[in-house]
């Protein structure tokens, strides 16, 4: 499928809401073409197309559109995010999983610009920081796994999304038992957070979360963790599954 083919078929797709292009070799031309024809849509999945290689153009602002998932598009950098910031203000959730040309000028322009934004995946985005995020954030789904952070961008999170009820630091490798401490306090809201393969981690923080931030209701634990009874009894007391 191609860009003209979707140009073509979204004019008879009026009362769509929801569309997955996902492998195809699209451009975001396609996505802009979908929003100007189809006035309820509200949900596009376009993983592995070509969002990166279309030429920019100004598009309408298009307020219907609030779930967006651009997995997998490795040629996506911060002037396209920029773009869909601007065009899709009030995006609720965006998946920019794999995409490893994102930075923290990409994501916190995002953030700013989508002020209703709550569930955001960066999985795998490598070389994303969240140290210039000076403004409060309304996330409650944060996805980070595989990624480069490390305690100070956990304090910032921690202090900027205080919302926060999902927090994935699976295979983080920079994070330690400090920075997680940070989010478990400060995130007052907190009920899932994974911890799997984070080697530097202390895996007797466990018991720690569960005591500070009785809001917990799952925790995938780092390495190692010792699940002896005493344990157990404190996670049925406090209803929180271990992983």
């Given at each position: 499928m191609k860009d003209s083919h979707v140009a073509l078929f979204s004019s008879f797709l009026g009362d769509l809401v929801s569309i997955n292009l996902s492998e195809c070799m699209l451009t975001e031309s396609s996505l802009f073409e979908l929003n100007r024809k189809c006035p309820s849509l509200n949900e596009i999945i376009m993983a592995c197309t070509r969002t990166a290689h279309g030429i920019e153009r100004n598009c309408d602002v298009s307020p219907q559109l609030k779930y967006l998932r651009l997995a997998n598009n490795d040629k996506l950098q911060n002037k396209k995010i920029v773009m869909f910031a601007s065009n899709f203000p009030n995006l609720e959730l965006l998946d920019l999983s794999n995409c490893f040309d994102i930075s923290e000028e990409g994501i916190c322009h995002v953030l700013r610009r989508c002020s209703k934004i709550r569930h955001l995946n960066l999985s795998r985005c490598s070389i994303v920081k969240l140290l210039g995020m000076n403004f409060e954030a309304q996330l409650e789904v944060l996805n980070l796994s595989y990624t480069r952070v490390g305690d100070e961008d956990l304090y910032?999170?921690?202090?900027?999304?205080?919302?926060?009820?999902?927090?994935?630091?699976?295979?983080?490798?920079?994070?330690?038992?400090?920075?997680?401490?940070?989010?478990?306090?400060?995130?007052?809201?907190?009920?899932e957070i994974n911890l799997h393969h984070c080697h530097e981690v202390n895996a007797n923080v466990v018991v720690s979360m569960v005591r500070l931030r009785p809001s917990l209701r799952k925790i995938a634990a780092p390495p190692n963790f010792p699940l002896s009874d005493e344990n157990r009894k404190l996670f049925l007391r406090h209803g929180c599954h271990l992983e």
């Open positions: 910032v999170i921690s202090k900027r999304c205080p919302r926060l009820l999902q927090l994935s630091l699976q295979n983080c490798e920079n994070i330690t038992i400090e920075g997680v401490i940070h989010v478990v306090k400060n995130c007052t809201q907190l009920r």
